[in-house]
């Protein structure tokens, strides 16, 4: 593939998929998608149902492998990285559907998260370190409880302190505000920003949620059926026509 | 210190009384039969790390115990090495095996690995038929000398206590959390960078060296004798009964597991009738499987449920707060 020289980056990018393709059988899941995140942005991956957005996170997460294409982070290629070594690079990630250690207690939950920066440290540090992200993201009170049996809300919460535990510089989070009330959406959009503007992480953020990605973002990329329809900022986005087209005939089909 | 830590530390002492009380008061044979208890005890704290810790089934625990069993039956047989020395020889020459069962059975879960590892539980305790010349095959072989159960019961237990104290160090921090995040979910523990192939190893390796040690005591409970058929396929399904009785993921619960599958047989004979004979292992397998039904979650789950129905009674009374 040539190399398009016309464009040069503002800065280089944190994160960069460069024409990632994947299938599974007949489904192209990803298809030659590229985008570049810079740094301390918050970066909106959308698009309808299936359009690809957790296939994404899982080629950066070294989850599934691409059949084509590179993810680079800060330059170097992701490729050759186990998927737990990831996290040692400064890529930390929450899961649609949390993904927790349900007999373990909240305080052990994010422990885990503290993996890779918790060699060599003394027990005690670390679980203050723990307590103090617990109380960052506003659990503080239940770190004694197992995961199992807390309200839903509260479990994505634990992702985001196991996630943010770890030191990360860029954020993966897959619909945060799934299942979240009114109130609580608002407060997700000042913590996100707060990551970017006080804790400087560059936050990927997949979410349905169109007020809150368009408001907070400071890029959108849309995906529908694996494929890139538009990228750019969030006003240009929203009045893209192929973007219309693809929610409204998600719409359309929901409505039907 | 947190009152749970008091307690469990209490709970260490009492117990730790009674094995040293009873050291003093058991007639020679009941010591033998504690020193066997002990023995279980080693190798269901290591069954829990791998099984219940880091949630990778085997059934061939038996076979590491015959490892480590030969491994002093020989060296004491052609060296005449000191029997102390060989139990940690016993433990490296199984932590080594166990890795190097562990690296394939990375590729293996659930069902799969259990058969796999059912399979070293049959194929192993063969081995020494086929080197008979060097093993003494089938008739066993025989350490040089052979202590009596005094000593027996006061050596195993004193292993028993250091095992433990391992595990607990291990399981404590950052490699028993990371053993458990693989149980809990596979996926979210590699996300958070442990890496499994490591941890699933180590866990098989540390796993079987416990197992080593309790399989070198045992060829010294059973008058020095490594014979095959001592480490059948029953012993490794007794380990995984004890540990299943223990509660997998609770190191307390362990020496009830013990217990079970130390004394067990004893009771199931003395039932008259039918526990003489071959009937004893009936009554052994609806006992087991009562249990099973009754403790789904082992002692430890038993222990659980009591505590936290004694937490919200407390909570539901408005006296106290
Ligand atoms: N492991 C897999 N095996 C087979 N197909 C898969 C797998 N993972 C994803 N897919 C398919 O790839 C496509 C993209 O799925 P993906 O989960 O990435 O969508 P998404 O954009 O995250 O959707 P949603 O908004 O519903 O979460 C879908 O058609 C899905 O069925
Ligand atoms: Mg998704």
Redesign the interface.
């Known amino acids: 593939m040539p190399e398009s020289d016309d464009r040069v980056p503002p800065a280089v990018p944190l994160l960069s998929l460069q024409a990632a393709s994947l299938r599974f059988g007949g489904i192209v899941a990803l298809d030659e998608v590229s985008f570049d995140v810079q740094p301390h942005t918050i970066f909106g991956l959308i698009g309808p149902n299936g359009a690809g957005k957790t296939t994404a996170f899982n080629v950066i997460t070294r989850l599934y492998r691409v059949d084509s294409g590179d993810v680079l982070f800060d330059g170097r290629s992701l490729l050759h990285t186990p998927p737990s070594g990831v996290v040692r690079h400064g890529i930390a990630r929450t899961f649609q559907n949390v993904e927790l250690f349900p007999t373990m207690t909240v305080l052990e939950n994010t422990l885990v998260g503290a993996h890779t920066v918790s060699r060599f440290k003394r027990e005690g540090a670390m679980r203050a370190k723990a307590a103090e992200v617990l109380d960052y993201v506003g659990i503080a009170s239940v770190a004694k409880r197992p995961a199992a049996g807390l309200p839903f809300g509260t479990l994505k919460r634990i992702e985001l302190a196991r996630a943010l535990v770890s030191e990360p510089r860029l954020v993966l989070l897959d619909e945060p505000a799934g299942g979240l009330n009114h109130e609580e959406v608002e407060a997700l959009a000042t913590f996100i920003q707060r990551l970017r503007d006080d804790l400087k992480i560059t936050v990927l953020l997949v979410e349905h949620h169109m007020n809150l990605v368009m408001r907070i973002s400071d890029h959108v990329h849309v995906l529908n059926f694996g494929r890139t329809i538009a990228s750019g900022p969030p006003a240009d986005v929203q009045r893209d026509p192929q973007v219309i087209e693809a929610y409204l005939g998600g719409e359309l089909e929901a409505a039907s | 210190m947190s009152r749970g830590l008091v307690t469990r530390l209490g709970v260490i002492a009492v117990a730790a009384g009674i094995v040293i009380v009873l050291g003093f008061r058991l007639s020679d044979y009941h010591l033998g039969l504690g020193a066997r208890i002990a023995i279980y005890f080693i190798a269901i704290l290591g069954l829990n790390i791998l099984t219940g810790y880091t949630g990778q089934i085997s059934i061939g625990h038996g076979a590491f115990m015959a490892i480590g069993g030969y491994t002093t039956a020989l060296m004491s047989y052609y060296h005449h090495t000191d029997l102390l020395l060989t139990l940690p020889l016993a433990l490296a020459v199984c932590f080594v095996c166990g890795l190097a069962v562990g690296i394939p059975a990375l590729r293996l879960s659930g069902v799969y690995l259990a058969l796999a590892t059912f399979a070293l539980a049959v194929s192993i305790p063969q081995l020494p038929l086929k080197w008979s010349k060097w093993t003494g095959g089938s008739n066993g072989i025989r350490t040089f000398t052979s202590p009596g159960n005094n000593w027996l019961y006061r050596v195993c237990w004193i292993c028993a206590g250091i095992a433990f104290v391992a595990a607990w160090l291990l399981l404590?921090?950052?490699t028993g959390?990371?053993f458990?995040?693989i149980?809990?979910?596979e996926?979210?523990?590699?996300?958070?960078?442990?890496?499994?192939p490591i941890y699933k190893t180590l866990a098989f390796g540390v796993s079987a060296a416990f197992a080593g040690v309790a399989g070198s005591l045992f060829v010294l409970v059973t008058n020095g004798y490594a014979q095959p058929n001592e480490f059948g396929v029953l012993l490794s399904l007794q380990l995984l009964i004890g540990a299943a009785v223990a509660g997998l993921?609770s190191l307390y619960g362990t020496i009830v597991g013990a217990l079970f599958i130390g004394l067990l047989p004893q009771i199931s004979t003395s039932v008259p009738l039918i526990g003489s004979g071959h009937g004893q292992d009936v009554v052994f397998g609806l006992i087991v499987i009562l249990v099973m039904i009754l403790l789904p979650n082992g002692v430890a789950g038993l222990l659980g449920a009591i505590d936290s129905r004694f937490k919200s009674a407390i909570k539901s009374d408005p006296t106290t707060s």
């Open positions: 404590r921090g950052r959390r990371a458990r995040s149980r809990d979910s996926l979210a523990a590699a996300s958070s960078g442990v890496s499994l993921g």
